[in-house]
């Protein structure tokens, strides 16, 4: 979207947000759950949370018609990247698919960055999103030192899934505020 489209242009991003903010939840749950029961399960679940990640860019691209959209494309095929080297830990190890995940986190979290930030000005709630793709940076980085040098597990990787399912529930919020408010303001 162009810098000169209205907030009230992201009305039909609230019940995407609200969607991303579930699946992440729901993968908090099964993480929990299942990751402490299966050793495999831990790969496969990093790898359905990055693949997620990557269809719900693409998903983004085409509901948004973004000149950013760019960005988001990236971001789905390093998540679709992350995720089949994730898949490689059934094999290899759990390691591997924690530092997929962790290097992911970072490159993701620095194309959310980039496209929230581009979209801050045309569309409501992206504040949320700059923060979370800064936090997932970071949090990307550390990660993959952990991988690294010392065990992980799954249940170590589930707080960055609730934050970002934070995030996306706030984002939202803002934006069906804003649409109420927008599409109040336009009758009155």
Do not use: C, E
């Amino acid at each position: 979207m162009s810098s000169s489209q209205p907030v009230g242009s992201s009305v039909s991003l609230h019940p995407f947000f609200f969607l991303r903010a579930a699946v992440a939840f729901a993968w908090v749950g099964l993480a929990v759950v299942a990751g402490a029961s299966a050793p495999w399960a831990g790969s496969v679940l990093l790898a359905v949370y990055m693949g997620w990640d990557a269809l719900a860019n693409v998903l983004d691209a085409r509901r948004t018609g973004s000149a950013m959209a760019s960005g988001q494309r990236v971001n789905a095929a390093v998540s679709t990247v992350a995720a089949l080297v994730a898949l490689v830990g059934l094999a290899a190890g759990f390691t591997v698919s924690v530092v997929a995940f962790g290097l992911w986190a970072f490159a993701a979290g620095a194309l959310q960055l980039l496209v929230a930030w581009r979209r801050r000005r045309a569309m409501s709630g992206q504040w949320f999103l700059v923060v979370s793709g800064a936090q997932s940076a970071l949090a990307g980085i550390a990660f993959t030192v952990k991988g690294l040098t010392g065990p992980t597990t799954l249940k170590d990787l589930v707080g960055y899934a609730a934050f970002g399912g934070t995030y996306f529930a706030l984002a939202a919020i803002v934006t069906l505020v804003r649409s109420h408010r927008h599409t109040s303001s336009a009758t009155a």
